[in-house]
């Protein structure tokens, strides 16, 4: 029975935990989410179904067809039997991770939470291509001059947020690696400040002695109350 009440008390504490992370800004996000996630399949439906052809930045950015890509983004593993099975598998297991960082993180994380949402999307949207045609539909031609290749929303929103993602961890928010925002300080600073608060209580409170079952009994005081009782009893 306590194991079971263990297990249910947990559930109870995550629900309200997940409840409370539920504010505007998340109701917002997942709108966002939604948006993102229409956006890239519909753009990759009319981009076949049309097969458009034109330039959105000369040199840089142009759309010249749909590329059925077997592969990962940018074309690795393109031409294998084994890319579609084993990207399908990793998008199953980095789901069910993203959704969780989601749920469970506070309000105030906001740009990551974002970001969380973001890569998700991406994540859904080359998942659904790649269950439903065996492929993902890439039609964004990008050239950077080192690098050149062609992508669809989804690579961009799936990369985009991680990348923002990463650098929030390591540099902005209040749990930051390497916090350089005042905010992320602050917050580092305050949560330090408090455990050598807990710390030094702790040791106030072992510093203290405990009295002696002897020296608390019944009869039992010290030296000068029992000689002054027994020169009362003299006189």
Known sequence: MDKKLKIKNFFINIGKRIKNNFGWRSALFLGVFAAMLVVDLV????AEADNWHFTVIPGFIEVDGVYH?????????????????LFITFTFIAL???????LLLPERFTLLKLCL??????????????????YVRDFIGMDWGFVSYVC???D????????L????ML???????????????????????????????GHSEQSVPEASAEDTAPGHGNEAEQSGGAEKKDE
């Not at 753009?43 to 009319?46: D, E, I, N, S």
């Not at 291509?129 to 065996?134: E, H, K, T, V």
């Not at 993602?165 to 929030?168: E, L, M, N």
């Not at 902005?172 to 209580?201: S, Y």
């Open 43 to 46: 753009t990759k439906h009319f």
């Open 69 to 85: 890509n077997d592969g990962a983004s940018l074309g690795m593993g393109g031409g294998t039997t084994w890319a579609q099975p």
């Open 96 to 102: 069910p991770v993203f959704i969780g960082a989601i």
């Open 117 to 134: 949402y973001m890569a998700t999307s991406g994540a859904i949207g080359n998942l659904v291509d790649r269950l439903a045609f065996g």
């Open 152 to 154: 669809n929303f989804a």
């Open 156 to 163: 961009i929103w799936l990369m985009v947020g991680l990348v």
């Open 165 to 168: 993602a990463v650098i929030d």
């Open 171 to 201: 540099f902005l928010n209040e749990v930051a690696v390497f916090p350089l925002t005042k905010r992320a300080k602050q917050a580092q600073q305050k949560r330090k400040e408090e455990e050598e608060a807990k710390k030094a209580e």
